[in-house]
Structure formats: C-alpha cells, structure tokens
C-alpha cells in the first residue's frame, strides 16, 4: 500500500466514524435529518416507502453501517466495498440536508458531498491492482483459449487412439 493509501484512508474515515458515533448517540436528531430524505426515497422508489416511517431506526442503521464501513477502510480491508457503503450513507445523508437546507445548512451539505466524492474516489480505487471484474473476464478467456487449444489437440489424439486399436487388432487378431 502507497504511503498515501496509508494515510488518506484513516483521514477520510475519521469523519464517517465520528458521524456514525454522533447518529447512534442522538437517533432522534438523526430522525429528524434524515426523515425528508426517506419521504422522498419513499416517493421515488414505493419498496422503501416502510424506511420513512421508521427514521430513527434507519438512522441508527446508517450510523452502525458508518462506524463499520469507515473502520475497515482506515484499516484497508475491503476498502472498494466499504468506500461504496459509505457513499451510499453519504448520499443519503446529502439527500436530508438538501431537503432540509434553509440557508445555513450549506457548510454541512457541501462538506456531505465532498466526502462522497472522496469516498466515491476510494470505491474505484485498485490500489494498483486489478478489480475482480477484470480478473474474472481475463480468466474467461484464458479458459476459452485453452479449450481451444484442447479442441485443436482432441482431433489428432482421437485419430492416434484409433490408429493404435485398430493396430492392437491386428496384432491380437480380434
């Protein structure tokens, strides 16, 4: 891991700890926040209607996914899942301000999206390493071009197999 994995991962993930502490320490408040949010998800999307009924259980969800997705990526384990999880916690918490933003929500809502884009940053970070959908189609087709090469193989072998029984006929003389 480069010297600046090692150190913008924990930065990046100290405000998504500390949010998630502060979302599991005041349920209501975080309620109240995310509650326009969930209203118009609910609108948008009918199957997560159920979420705005229930704000401050959402909330509470949003900061145990936080405080987990923020400890793994300062650690460095499953960074791309969790920089996604926490864009996805981001977004929603964006969403709220935005619905509820009446002039001095700005800092909050523009520091929300900043910290989505560099969260969205670190989802499709490889760290130099390949994601596992290149991995997965690079294997594909080394698989098919051994077949092929097998398939190109297969019609001389059958041949000589069938050249060596029809010899070993002769000589048991079946």
């Known amino acids: 891991m480069s010297l600046a994995r090692l150190i913008a991962r924990p930065l990046l993930a100290s405000s998504f700890v500390w949010s998630g502490v502060e979302r599991l320490r005041r349920p209501e408040e975080t309620g109240r926040q995310l509650e326009p949010g969930l209203r118009r998800l609910g609108t948008a999307v009918p199957p997560l209607a159920p979420l705005a009924q229930r704000p401050r259980t959402v909330g509470r969800i949003v900061g145990g996914v936080q405080i987990g997705a923020a400890a793994l990526l300062a650690l460095g384990r ?7 999880l926490l864009a996805a916690t981001a977004a929603l918490t964006a969403v709220g301000d935005t619905a509820t933003s009446a002039g001095g929500r ?15 940053l670190a989802s499709v970070d490889t760290a130099g390493r390949p994601s596992l959908a290149w991995r997965a189609r690079r294997l594909g087709t080394g698989a098919r ?7 190109q193989l297969g019609r001389p072998v059958r041949t000589a197999v069938a050249e060596v029984r029809r010899s070993a006929k002769e000589v048991i003389g079946h």
């Open 78 to 84: 499953f960074p791309r899942l969790s920089a996604s």
């Open 106 to 120: 700005t800092p909050a809502l523009l520091k929300n999206f900043s910290l989505a884009g560099g969260v969205l």
């Open 145 to 151: 071009r051994e077949l092929g090469k097998a398939g």
